[in-house]
């Protein structure tokens, strides 16, 4: 049996990494992993080092959205090894990589998810990283508490369509930012509208500019509205997102 983790070990290894960001949502199924996954490829083009943290225990998607499902974790004199994307090289660690078999559930109660997280942040080699991407569970209960408590990250974002993109939604995430003493970096509207592919109009099927609003609202930034695009649900499928050509973070100032 090895030791267990302790605030030294994860500190160590916190340490080495440049800027940490959770992407949370107030709902599952709004785009946190593709936002995640975006932002990942986004900073990678850039020449940044990059890694990604799948926190969603009872529903791993990164491995997935890189085609990685076959990943699997080497153990090396530096801890747990990340397993690389083919592209870009971004370190993904995901639970997925410690299961014996793809279907196989993972059914964990809120503790041992807490204890999993502390291993993967006290023994992950990330080694030295610009960014670390985080990719929280869905919602702002306890197990994305948890997660952000751990694994401090510098900033939030919070992601949602514009159907659950509601007051409500924002001031939970807030007050869950507030609790971890973490900054909220802003708002992404996902899906926020559909492009004709002739003619180039813009359809916001649930009304414009929600995100924004509310962002004013709660002095909060907007990031970026993402429209519901084929090419980028086509790519995730098929394991390729690294391959989605357009950057919808061009603008975002971290
Ligand atoms: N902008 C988009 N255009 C088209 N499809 C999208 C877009 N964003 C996400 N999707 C698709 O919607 C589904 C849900 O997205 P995703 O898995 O990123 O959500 P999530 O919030 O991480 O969900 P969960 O709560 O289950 O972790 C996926 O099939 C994804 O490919
Ligand atoms: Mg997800
Ligand atoms: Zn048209």
């Known amino acids: ?42 900073y990678a083009k850039q020449g940044k080092k990059v890694g990604i943290l799948d926190a969603d225990f009872l529903g791993p998607s990164i491995p997935h959205l890189f085609g990685l499902e076959k990943g699997k974790v080497a153990v090396s004199d530096e801890g747990l090894e990340p397993v690389l994307t083919q ?72 992601v949602s369509t514009p159907q659950e993109l509601t007051a409500a939604v924002v001031e939970k995430a807030i007050t869950m930012a507030e609790q971890t003493k973490t900054a909220v970096l802003g708002i992404v509207e996902n899906m926020a509208y559909f492009e004709c592919p002739n003619c180039g109009e813009r359809t916001y099927l649930f009304g414009e500019g929600k995100a924004s609003e509310l962002a004013r609202k709660y002095k909060i930034e907007f990031i970026t509205e993402i429209p519901i695009d084929s090419d980028l649900l086509k790519l995730s499928d098929l394991g390729r997102v690294e391959e989605y050509e357009p950057d919808w973070f061009e603008f975002f100032p971290y």
Do not use: C
Request: glycine share 12%; charged share 25%.
């Open 1 to 42: 049996m090895q030791k267990r983790v302790t605030d030294e070990d994860i500190k160590e290894r916190l340490d080495k990494i440049g800027f940490r960001i959770a992407v949370m949502s107030g709902k599952g199924g709004v785009g946190k992993s593709t936002v995640t996954a975006l932002l990942a490829v986004h």
């Open 87 to 158: 592209r870009l090289g971004i370190k993904v660690m995901s639970i997925q990589f410690l299961l014996p078999k793809r279907e196989t559930p993972v059914i964990w109660r809120g503790p041992l998810i807490a204890g999993m997280i502390r291993e993967f942040l006290g023994r992950v080699a990330w080694g030295e990283l610009d960014y670390l991407l985080i990719d929280l569970p869905p919602g702002t209960g306890d197990a994305p508490l948890t997660v952000m408590q751990d694994a401090k990250p510098n900033g939030a974002v919070i």
